[in-house]
T-cell receptor, first 114, second 111 residues
C-alpha cells in the first residue's frame, strides 16, 4: 500500500511568488491534515479536511494560504504571495480514524522563500 | 504560547543503555499523548501513545510514562540501539482536536 506522498520535495522561490504544494493521502483515508515546521521549531497544525470539507482551519497563518481538497482525494496548499517567514517544511498526514495515533505523515515539502 | 515543551534539544546515549526523553505540557485538557520518531528527510512516524487514564504504556523496547499531576511524560528506550538515532516529538490531543507537538529532541546513540 502506498504511503502519503507530497510534491514537490523541495521548492525555492522568491518573495512575492506563488507556490502550490500537493499531497496525495493514503487511498481510502477521509482525514487529511497539513502541518508546518519552521526552522527547527515545533510541528504546527495548519488545517484538517474530512473528505472535501474543511473541518478545522484554525492553524492557517493568514489569507495568503489557501488549501483545497477537490473530490476528497488529493489536496493542494497554495501560498500567494509567499513571504520570507513562510519558509519551512510542510507536512501532510492522513488517517482513517480521527485520532492522532493513526495519522500517517508524508515526507514533507521543504519550502525556501528568498 | 507553547503548550507542549521538550526542553532538551539533544541527547546522546551509549548503545545498550537507557534513553529517557522528557516532555512537559501546560493544558490540563489534553487527554491523549503520543510520541513520534523522525528520520532526516522523512515525515514523523507514530511510535507509541498513552491515554490520560493510564500512567504507563509499554511496547517492546519503548515505554511511555505519564505523570498527570506534574503534567509530564517521558519516553524510555531500553536498550538503545543505533537505529534509534532520530528526532523524537512529543504530541498531545484533546478530544478529537488537532495534534499539538513539542519542538523535538534529537537522540544520538553512540556505538
Amino acid at each position: 500500500e502506498a504511503g502519503v506522498t507530497q510534491f514537490p520535495s523541495h521548492s525555492v522561490i522568491e518573495k512575492g511568488q506563488t507556490v502550490t504544494l500537493r499531497c496525495d493521502p493514503i487511498s481510502g483515508h477521509d482525514n487529511l491534515y497539513w502541518y508546518r515546521r519552521v526552522m527547527g521549531k515545533e510541528i504546527k497544525f495548519l488545517l484538517h479536511f474530512v473528505k472535501e470539507s474543511k473541518q478545522d482551519e484554525s492553524g492557517m497563518p493568514n489569507n495568503r494560504f489557501l488549501a483545497e481538497r477537490t473530490g476528497g482525494t488529493y489536496s493542494t496548499l497554495k501560498v500567494q504571495p509567499a513571504e520570507l517567514e513562510d519558509s519551512g517544511v510542510y507536512f501532510c498526514a492522513s488517517s482513517q480514524a480521527w485520532r492522532g495515533e493513526t495519522q500517517y505523515f508524508g515526507p514533507g515539502t521543504r519550502l525556501l522563500v528568498l | 504560547d507553547q503548550q507542549v515543551k521538550q526542553n532538551s534539544p539533544s541527547l546522546s546515549v551509549q548503545e545498550g543503555r537507557i534513553s529517557i526523553l522528557n516532555c512537559d505540557y501546560t493544558n490540563s485538557m489534553f487527554d491523549y499523548f503520543l510520541w513520534y520518531k523522525k528520520y532526516p528527510a522523512e515525515g514523523p512516524t507514530f511510535l507509541i501513545s498513552i491515554s490520560s487514564i493510564k500512567d504507563k504504556n509499554e511496547d517492546g523496547r519503548f515505554t511511555v510514562f505519564l505523570n498527570k499531576s506534574a503534567k509530564h511524560l517521558s519516553l524510555h528506550i531500553v536498550p538503545s540501539q543505533p537505529g534509534d538515532s532520530a528526532v523524537y516529538f512529543c504530541a498531545a490531543v484533546f478530544g478529537n482536536e488537532k495534534l499539538t507537538f513539542g519542538t523535538g529532541t534529537r537522540l544520538t546513540i553512540i556505538p
